[in-house]
């Protein structure tokens, strides 16, 4: 019986994490994770044993560390932003009926919805969507039909993974379909390199944000329509106002 | 000109609290919050000023900070889980433009809907909504707008407030406009007293959600056609085993 931690990290360097991220990376053996992400732990936890793999070996990793955790082992697989926000507390979880042995605690962390909010302001400061845009492991399909509802809903909506090198259209073919319902003068805003070198943010209208190209490391915004531009920040007012 | 410090400390005790967060509590001279929250950091920081209001008294507890991080006290106004959701940050910056000597940051925190979904595993693994059940501040048409969208767009949905002394069958009127779309087998949990004393979480369909009582201290989770359980895990696949 071993334990295994699923850790959210926060977004970009380690400042973002939480007192029960470190306690819990303090009590494993063994820290698991993407390589970019367990490079960052290294300097902080130099005695532990690591183990990392690339981008597209996920359940590998997955199946590593509940292995290690059987074993008796105790293990932190650590993931960037929130273990169970598009992270590997999914995977782990649905593999975990044959491990029964590891014994499993997810310890969340601060995801990039909320910390590419904070540096734009409070553009979830009213109730909100969180879609993906990756097509890796979704239908296109379906990812329309939520960005339509999202739209009907007058959500504030937050997209994650805007672009890659393989759907460079991506964000703009979601812009037209928000465009459907919302006005192309929606305060917008993308966050990108939250918590790392190199971090910006921009507010821009909706018409703008779909001509506009961004990456991986972006993080992107679409207000409600109460969402306002109030000096340099993007907010999406609850009411108290009224 | 003075700091104003918007803090997220996450959900329950100080055990989910950031690094970048704990650090703006130390720089800062003045602690203000809701009593509950205020009284939770004394211990941690007994050297610090305090100021608390009561649960309604949100504007002026922000109007207040923002007066004295304009006469250059730094100051931190810290809310339970993230300050952007459903938190100070959004009265705060509405206000700001008549503070220009206020600098202002704000200091993301794990808010419940991630808090309340590693208890219960990985709910919101994949899309999701978050939606609040308090008609305070909104319209009650609004809210059920926002969850037949969410509904129909088959996403993972996390309720807010879910019940107060005022609105006893809020979540019951939800689950009936959920109900339109998703099936009464639905994958559902609840945690209650994320991080406190009494922490508990507990899963269950749809249909046994809509006849179950809850309270302000409660986080609710709907799950999306794909979310399991899988041993006593909630989890919404993202879609590796395909």
Same mark, same amino acid.
């Given at each position: 019986?071993? @334990?295994?931690?699923?850790v959210g990290m926060g977004p970009g360097d380690t400042k973002n994490m939480t007192d029960a991220a470190r306690?819990a990376l303090e009590?494993?053996?063994?820290l698991?994770g993407y390589t970019a992400y367990v490079e960052l732990l290294k300097p902080l936890f130099p005695? @532990?044993?690591y183990?990392s793999?690339?981008?597209?070996?996920?359940?590998?990793?997955?199946?590593?560390?509940?292995?290690?955790?059987?074993?008796? #082992?105790?293990?932190a697989?650590v993931c960037s932003g929130d273990a169970? /926000?598009?992270g590997?507390?999914?995977?782990?979880?649905?593999? %975990? $009926?044959?491990?029964?042995?590891?014994? =499993?605690?997810?310890i969340?962390g601060v995801t990039a919805?909320l910390s590419g909010?904070a540096l734009?302001?409070?553009?979830?400061?009213? &109730?909100? %969507?969180? =879609? $993906?845009?990756? &097509?890796?492991?979704?239908?296109?399909?379906? =990812? +329309?039909?939520?960005?339509? %509802?999202?739209?009907?809903?007058?959500?504030? *909506?937050?997209?994650?993974?805007?672009? $890659?090198?393989?759907?460079?259209?991506?964000?703009?073919?979601?812009?037209? /379909?928000?465009? +459907?319902? @919302?006005?192309?003068?929606? *305060?917008?805003? #993308?966050a990108r390199n939250i918590g790392r070198e190199g971090e910006q943010i921009?507010?821009?209208?909706?018409?703008?944000?779909?001509?506009?190209?961004?990456?991986m490391f972006s993080t *992107?915004? /679409?207000?409600? $329509?109460?969402?306002?531009? #109030?000096?340099?920040?993007?907010?999406?007012?609850?009411?108290?106002?009224?």
């Open positions: 019986m071993g @334990k295994l931690y699923l306690t009590e494993a053996e063994l698991c005695q @532990k044993k183990y793999t690339g981008m597209t070996r996920e359940l590998e990793r997955c199946r590593y560390c509940l292995e290690r955790a059987e074993e008796g #082992i105790c293990t697989l169970g /926000v598009y590997m507390a999914g995977p782990v979880l649905e593999l %975990c $009926s044959a491990y029964p042995n590891a014994e =499993i605690t997810v969340p919805a909010a734009l302001g409070a553009p979830l400061g009213h &109730d909100f %969507c969180v =879609i $993906s845009l990756s &097509d890796r492991l979704t239908d296109w399909s379906v =990812i +329309e039909t939520r960005l339509r %509802c999202a739209a009907e809903g007058d959500f504030a *909506v937050c997209l994650y993974n805007p672009a $890659s090198r393989h759907r460079p259209d991506c964000l703009q073919r979601a812009c037209d /379909v928000l465009l +459907e319902k @919302k006005t192309p003068e929606t *305060v917008c805003g #993308i921009r507010l821009l209208s909706l018409k703008e944000l779909r001509d506009t190209e961004t990456d *992107v915004f /679409v207000g409600a $329509s109460a969402t306002e531009k #109030i000096g340099a920040w993007m907010v999406t007012p609850r009411g108290y106002r009224k």
